[in-house]
């Protein structure tokens, strides 16, 4: 059995599945920044469901409020006001170190400009989420990296630095870290902004993949033929959302 196929039979014997069908709930979410010329609004009145095993593009134009939006649904920004709950799991009841260990167990993050550490190998990159959560035990942790950097594609490239690796080999890198601890949820702020025509493709369809073996993944992209790939369109327009369509 080659590693691929045994981190797939791996993860399907995890149960990436949460315990409800709405996986995520966001009533009424107001999020406001202070400004040298005052308030600012970035989103305004949001309320979304989202379902487990769902794949969800989030478009709109620049300055529309996409990133804000993913970042409230990580926990890395908390709203003004209104309510999230992912899983079951009330957010804004959450303690920042409680809210840090959370995030770590139940999402994974891809960012448009990869962040991997520049002094540390690409697996020692995937497995630093498993340092920091635990959940992995040590001895089994580079093992893991590797299936995970093998079903990305770039097992060869494991004991190399990021410089070293092309644009599209540092993003598979990152998605084969947003895995490190087998999330039920992919977020992804822009992951193909970065890349050519060629590899933003190959990485779209790695994150179709991804879903398709039972994670739900949510991408922000300002590239509206994404919704080739997500079986759902979210538009925002102004920190509002504008539409909502099934694909």
Do not use: C
Request: no cysteine; aromatic share 4%.
């Amino acid at each position: 059995m080659n590693a691929s196929h045994s981190l797939q039979k791996e993860t399907k014997s995890r149960d990436l599945q949460p315990r409800s069908e709405t996986i995520i709930d966001l009533d009424q979410i107001v999020k406001t920044y202070e400004t040298p010329s005052g308030l600012f609004t970035a989103l305004q009145d949001i309320n979304l469901s989202f379902q487990a095993g769902e794949f969800v593009a989030i478009v709109g134009k620049s300055g529309s409020g996409k990133t804000t939006l993913l970042n409230v649904l990580s926990g890395i920004d908390r709203p003004t006001s209104g309510t999230i709950s992912i899983d079951g799991m009330r957010l804004d009841s959450l303690s920042e170190s409680k809210l840090a260990e959370w995030r770590g167990r139940t999402i994974g993050l891809v960012f448009q400009f990869f962040q991997l550490l520049p002094t540390l190998t690409i697996a020692e990159n995937v497995m630093l989420p498993m340092d920091f959560v635990k959940i992995i035990p040590a001895s089994e942790r580079r093992s893991r990296a590797l299936r995970l950097l093998d079903q990305v594609g770039i097992q060869d490239q494991a004991d190399k630095l990021p410089a070293s690796l092309s644009g599209g080999q540092q993003q598979r890198a990152a998605i084969a870290r947003a895995l490190a601890n087998d999330p039920p949820l992919l977020l992804a702020d822009e992951p193909t902004g970065n890349l050519d025509e060629n590899t933003r493709k190959s990485i779209l369809e790695l994150f179709s993949k991804l879903n398709t073996d039972g994670r739900t993944v949510i991408m922000v992209t300002h590239e509206r033929d994404v919704s080739q790939y997500a079986s759902r369109q979210v538009t925002l327009v102004d920190g509002r959302v504008e539409d909502d369509a099934q694909r």
